[in-house]
Each structure stands twice: as C-alpha cells, then as structure tokens.
C-alpha cells in the first residue's frame, strides 16, 4: 500500500512539474537561468520516474495501469485518452493474469507479522483451537478438524465459497506449526511461528505460499487480495485474544501434541492452571 501511495505521488509530482517547466518557459523564455533549473528539475523528474516505472512494472494491474496513463500524459496526450489507457491496461493485465499468457501461474508468497500483548503460550493455545477461527475469523466460514493432523476448511471467496484439505507436517508446541494443503480451486501451504518478545508479548509470524486456480482464486491473487486478507484475519485473531481470551485464561486449552512428518509423535501436557490470585499475571498463568 505504501508503494502504490509513491506511485500515485510520483505520478502527480511528474506531472506537475512538467506543467510548472512549461508555464515557466512560456512566461520567461529568454531567461537563461529558469532554463538552466527547469532542465535539472526535469532530469531529477525523469530519474525519479524512471526507478518507480521500475518498481511498477513487477506490480498489479492498478500500478501498471497507473504507469500507461502517467507516460500518456508525458507523451502529450489528453487526460481522457491517457485515461482510456490506464483503464484498457488493467483489464488487460487482469485478464492476461486470469487467462494465461504462456506461462505458469505466479505463486503468491505471503509474509505477515503481528505482535499480540500476550504470552506465548496463550497465542499458540488459542491458534491450535482451529474450529474457533470462524467465531471471529471474517472469511472463514468452517474448519472442520478431522484428527490432530487433518482439517478440512471452508472459506469465502469473493461471492462463492471454496474448501479444501490440510495436513499439518510440522507441530512444535510454543514454536511452530506447518502444513500442506490441497483443493481443486488451488491450495496454501506455508507455516505459522511464535516468537517470545517479552513475558507478555508474542510475535507471530506466517509465511505463505499461494497456488491459486480457479478465475476468483486467479483475480484476487492478481489484486493481491490474499495477502491484505492475512493481514486483516490476524488483527481478528489478536482483537479475540485480547478482548476475549485474557480476560478468562482459565477457560482456554490448547492441544500441547507434537508433530513429524505429518505424524502424532506425542502430547505435552496441556490445559492451563486455574489462578486465583488477581495480581497474578498472564505470563505466571502460561509459565510452563
């Protein structure tokens, strides 16, 4: 988001100073110094638009279209060609993007990171409690736990609802969680760790990786819906863990199982111990 604000920023910074150059020069063309600082000021604009036509030509449709009309503009066309031409580039690069163009769907990898004022072990608790995700979870209409390592999830795309199938190879209690995943509409593998900041602070950080399929799953894959997504199911997890889960951490357990190779290797012991002192803090109510 903060890129495509530059962008939009360079593009009206460009713009208006090609306009401020011209209006000089039509003003005072005989100056020889406002000729001097117009023609830095223009090279200075060049360079600077030409890293960002850099930077763009990687990114989404919306940059890319940005881009069109932004050169439109600077060949001297009027502001609605150059607007038919930043439009006509996006439904381009979207449907090229959906339909193929020769070559393999791009894979999306994700890197998200929130930091939770809570202790670690509460966070790993609460995020093993996998059929809790839709209660507070937007898109996530079902998650249905077959066994410690099997989950069957249901979540909404756009106006349809899409399922698929995951398989947890990786579980280290307070650490990590890893898995696999298939569905005929595409599938997220990836993994989820837990990072102690401080007693009562845990960051979590997943890493994902994207294998879009159907013409939804392609669409938003191209918006790079599922990446603000994870952003915003991970502020839904933190808002349900502080607003609900530490106010009663007696009545949260998590399974303390560990995992390998997609097998149960073994359990921990889990549950949470009951506090009665209130000045007892969480990371004393957590502490192994």
Do not use: C
């Not at 998590?254 to 889990?270: F, P, S």
């Amino acid at each position: 988001m903060r890129f495509r604000t530059g962008l939009v920023a360079g593009v009206a910074v460009y713009l208006g100073a090609r306009a401020v150059a011209a209006a000089v020069r039509r003003v005072e063309p005989g100056w020889r110094l406002t000729r001097a600082l117009t023609t830095r000021l223009d090279a200075k604009v060049d360079r600077a638009v030409r890293k960002l036509t850099a930077k763009a030509e990687h990114g989404g449709p919306v940059l890319k279209g940005a881009l069109a009309g932004a050169r439109a503009l600077a060949e001297g066309r009027s502001v609605a060609r150059a607007a038919v031409s930043a439009v006509w580039t996006v439904v381009k690069e979207t449907l090229k993007g959906i339909f193929g163009d020769g070559k393999k769907v791009k894979v999306t990898n994700i890197v998200e990171q929130i930091d939770i004022g809570a202790p670690r072990r509460m966070v790993y608790d609460q995020w093993t409690r996998f059929e809790d995700f839709p209660s507070f979870m937007k898109k996530v209409i079902s998650v249905n736990q077959e066994s410690d390592e099997k989950l069957t999830w249901t979540a909404q795309i756009f106006w349809s609802t899409r399922s698929w199938e995951s398989t947890i190879t990786q579980q280290t209690p307070d650490e990590k969680i890893v898995w696999q995943s298939k569905g005929a509409k595409g599938h997220v593998d990836g993994s989820i760790t837990f990072h102690e900041l401080a007693p009562d602070m845990t960051r979590v950080l997943v890493n994902l990786e994207y294998h879009p399929k159907g013409f939804f799953e392609k669409t938003a894959n191209l918006w790079r819906a599922q990446g603000r997504r994870t952003r915003l199911e991970l502020k839904q997890f933190r808002r349900h863990l502080t607003n609900h889960v530490l106010t009663h951490p007696e009545e949260l357990h998590g399974w303390r199982g560990e995992i390998r190779d997609g097998q149960v290797v073994g359990e921990h012991g889990g549950g949470v111990r009951t506090v009665t002192q209130a000045s007892t803090s969480q990371a004393e109510v957590y502490a192994s």
